[in-house]
């Protein structure tokens, strides 16, 4: 099989790298070969940096808010409009489900929706200032060029949470596609000319973290930094701010905490700790990967999650019966076979899971290990894969301690009947995203991030939009009498 390749998006046109470079991309269903991506120079890199700049002075800067929202609504449309074909794409990029791939694309059209009809919502107020004659107000104008970094996973969505406002307050944009799986985002890009915006508007660049990475986010006229990945990268690019002082989000990695006391639903608890972190094979930023279970209802609720654990069907994740595809890199794989092995070491119990199945490709089985202590390795690692760190509680006090014991800070589900402690826990542990008898729901009303290690910023709701500009306060002195000398004795 011949594989496909694949250009860069660059002021308008479809290109390669400057000097012909390109990487592979493996389908980590079957291991193969199955496309091929350029990669980035910096010389690429600074070419999509400076058409954005020009677009944002040219025909994007110029267009009304109100025409840059219609832009934005026919994006949308042909996005909804072209979700099973990205879908398949994606799936076959990443391993992610078909079926979770093309409702996504679908459902994320609503986020570009929502941006549409926020571009001619932004404005400005009028204070009541302690001068006399003087009339004050204050105007939002966008930023400026945004470089956002995106990662593999879930790509359209988290595209569409810093496209979306960036643009419709005015921005134009440099996309830096992840390395690991670029196709869908180039894929999405050849919406863009259709939907009306300009060429430079958005720009898509792929390539590694040095040159492409690095010379994006140190860019001399990039002004805002959205990025979403891992700790360790994000330490670089706030390092890497500071040659071009951008303004800096950070979405970062989880090991979110699910809690379930004694009064909950226990099959809805059940189900909805097995979507939070089996759904996506887990690579999820917000996967429920630490279990606490109130000790009175532990062993029921974990007889009910582990039967259906082992049942879970994995295979060919383009397959409408398939339930849990594979892991998208090698690297992945590898690092939660350690993180397994040393879980056991400490003293870990596998309840189920444990392996890779007998399969091809980069699988690995639903996994849910009891962990005796809160210090074992395992309980504060993210792994991003389908593994489950479980442990007991009996009072709220000693699971808001555990909870709270970690360096992330994303988000956490509570489950409980008692409306009083779900107000009091949702106070108390320290995320950014709390669900209380849900899980993994979002919105595009709704603003979500992390505190702690988990990063700092908020992506989706009118938050966004908002801090994709900047506020400007305009004096005016309405008086006719000219301003007196004030070296002048009165």
């Not at 996309?175 to 180039?186: D, G, N, Q, R, V």
Request: net charge negative; with cysteine.
């Amino acid at each position: 099989m011949t594989a496909q390749t694949y250009q860069m998006l660059i002021d308008g046109a479809w290109v390669d790298a400057a000097n012909g470079a390109r990487f592979d991309s493996v389908n980590p269903a079957t291991g193969a070969i199955w496309a091929t991506i350029p990669e980035a120079t910096a010389v690429d890199v600074d070419r999509a940096v400076k058409a954005a700049a020009a677009a944002l002075e040219g025909p994007w800067g110029q267009m009304t808010p109100t025409a840059r929202g219609k832009c934005l609504r026919r994006l949308g449309d042909l996005l909804a409009a072209n979700s099973e074909a990205i879908g398949r794409i994606e799936t076959t990029d990443t391993g992610k489900m078909f079926k979770e791939t093309a409702w996504q694309a679908t459902y994320i059209a609503e986020y570009l929706h929502f941006y549409a009809g926020a571009a001619d919502k932004i404005h400005g107020e009028t204070l009541p200032i302690d001068k006399p004659d003087m009339f004050v107000f204050t105007d939002r104008e966008p930023v400026g060029v945004v470089a956002a970094v995106i990662p593999w996973n879930s790509q359209m969505f988290l595209s569409a949470v810093k496209i979306g406002p960036a643009l419709a307050a005015g921005n134009t944009i440099v996309l830096k596609a992840s390395e690991h799986a670029s196709a869908p985002l180039l894929e999405f890009g050849k919406l863009i000319a259709d939907a009306g915006i300009p060429d430079g508007v958005v720009n898509i660049v792929t390539g590694h973290a040095d040159p492409c990475g690095k010379t994006l986010t140190t860019h001399p006229l990039v002004a805002k930094i959205a990025f979403t990945g891992g700790p360790a990268t994000a330490r670089h690019i706030v390092r890497n701010s500071a040659e071009n002082f951008a303004e800096v989000s950070l979405e970062l990695g989880g090991k979110s905490p699910f809690i379930v006391f004694d009064d909950a639903d226990l099959d809805s608890a059940v189900n909805g700790s097995v979507a939070g972190i089996f759904a996506a094979t887990g690579q999820s930023c917000v996967a429920g990967s630490r279990l606490y279970l109130h000790e009175d209802i532990a062993d029921a609720f974990l007889e009910k999650m582990v039967a259906i654990a082992k049942n879970i069907r994995i295979g060919d994740p383009q397959a409408d019966e398939t339930e849990m595809g594979p892991l998208c890199t090698i690297g992945q794989l590898d690092h939660i076979e350690q993180q397994v092995a040393l879980a056991r070491d400490e003293g870990g119990d596998v309840l189920c899971g444990g392996a890779r199945p007998a399969l091809g490709g980069l699988y690995y089985e639903p996994t849910i290990i009891a962990c005796p202590r809160q210090d074992m390795t395992i309980v504060d690692t993210e792994l991003f894969g389908p593994v489950l760190a479980v442990q007991r509680f009996r009072t709220e006090d000693e699971v808001v301690a555990m909870a709270n014991d970690s360096e992330h800070g994303l988000a956490a589900g509570i489950f409980t009947r008692d409306s009083a402690r779900s107000v009091r826990m949702s106070k108390r542990v320290k995320a950014g995203i709390i669900w209380v008898n849900t899980y993994r729901a979002i919105s595009p009303v709704a603003a979500f991030g992390g505190m702690k290690s988990s990063g700092y910023g908020r992506e989706a709701g009118m938050q966004a939009v908002y801090d994709y500009t900047r506020p400007k306060t305009v004096w005016m002195n309405l008086s006719d009498d000219p301003i007196a000398n004030p070296f002048k004795p009165r």
